[in-house]
């Protein structure tokens, strides 16, 4: 055990390597509420943004270097399920010193927030990002009642 002395604002402090200070520990607690946030698969973090307007459900996943060949997109109820393969980079004669870019399949299922017409779910691939229009259901888009100004002489009578 090693106390280890650090000046501070013109103060000393001390601590031990032997205890985590809370400082240490901030960066691993982000890491692992940081995991537990994104959907994963293999280390792999999906970013993926999901809004509504008043008639769609709208999600962008980041799928950079995937084809649109390469994509896979379903919706069964309330999961969106996308699957798909990021293209392998030629590791032949190669020596990596740091490899973070993915490679291989992955699959990322999402819960929709309400039900959506699935036979009309446009979908696009622009710049590495994949678009997802799902228009709502009939039965849960909001619907503006009119209301009709009632006929003086008929509400007398």
């Known amino acids: 055990m090693a106390l280890v002395r650090t000046p501070n604002n013109g103060m000393t402090t001390w601590s031990s390597d032997l205890m985590p200070t809370p400082s240490s520990l901030w960066p691993a607690l982000d890491c692992f509420i940081g995991e537990l946030a994104s959907p994963t698969l293999a280390g792999t973090r999906f970013l993926l943004d999901m809004y509504e307007t008043e008639s769609h459900v709208v999600i962008d996943v980041a799928v950079p270097g995937v084809k649109p060949e ?14 798909g393969r990021y293209s392998p980079s030629n590791a032949d004669g190669k020596r990596y010193w740091v490899k973070t870019l993915p490679s291989g399949e992955f699959q990322c299922s999402v819960t929709l927030p309400v039900k959506v017409e699935t036979d009309q779910v446009d979908a696009s691939l622009e710049s590495g990002v994949l678009h997802l229009h799902l228009p709502k259901a009939a039965e849960v888009r909001t619907r503006k ?7 003086s002489a008929k509400a007398l009578s």
């Open 70 to 83: 390469d994509l896979d997109v379903q919706v069964e109820g309330l999961t969106l399920s996308i699957r």
């Open 145 to 151: 009642i009119e209301i009709k100004r009632a006929n």
